[in-house]
Nanobody, 120 residues
Framework: QVQLQESGPGLVKPSQTLSLTCTVS??????????WNWVRQPPGKGLEWMGV???????YYSPSLKSRTSISRDTSKNQFSLQLSSVTPEDTAVYYC????????????WGQGTQVTVSS
């Protein structure tokens, strides 16, 4: 069973950097053809894909967030992390880490999500 668990502060001040970590068990983040994503859902809105780190280390980001987003990984800890800089209250959302796999890159395993509120 693949499990993903988000962790990090639930409250971030405006203009600061939002930092979250996803801990993966049951699979390696270097497993061939796996893709490790961050997705968020603001209150009352739909899911928004933010970006991904692929199994070989390549990064891809949503164009709307690319300038503020960085996704990194620590293979020794089987973790990958999200940094979103210069946050505003519009970044308040539930943040999910998600695995995708294979040529189809379907999202097959999700973390439970973690609420992050941007407020002073």
């Amino acid at each position: 069973q693949v499990q993903l668990q988000e962790s990090g502060p639930g409250l971030v001040k405006p203009s600061q950097t939002l930092s979250l970590t996803c801990t993966v068990s049951g699979d390696s983040i270097t497993t061939s053809a796996t893709y490790w994503n961050w997705v968020r859902q603001p209150p009352g809105k739909g899911l928004e894909w933010m970006g991904v780190v692929a199994y070989q280390g390549s990064n891809y980001y949503s164009p709307s967030l690319k300038s503020r987003t960085s996704i990194s990984r620590d293979t020794s800890k089987n973790q990958f992390s999200l940094q979103l800089s210069s946050v505003t209250p519009e970044d308040t959302a539930v943040y999910y880490c998600v695995r995708a796999r294979g040529v189809s890159t379907i999202f097959d395993y999700w973390g439970q999500g973690t609420q992050v509120t941007v407020s002073s």
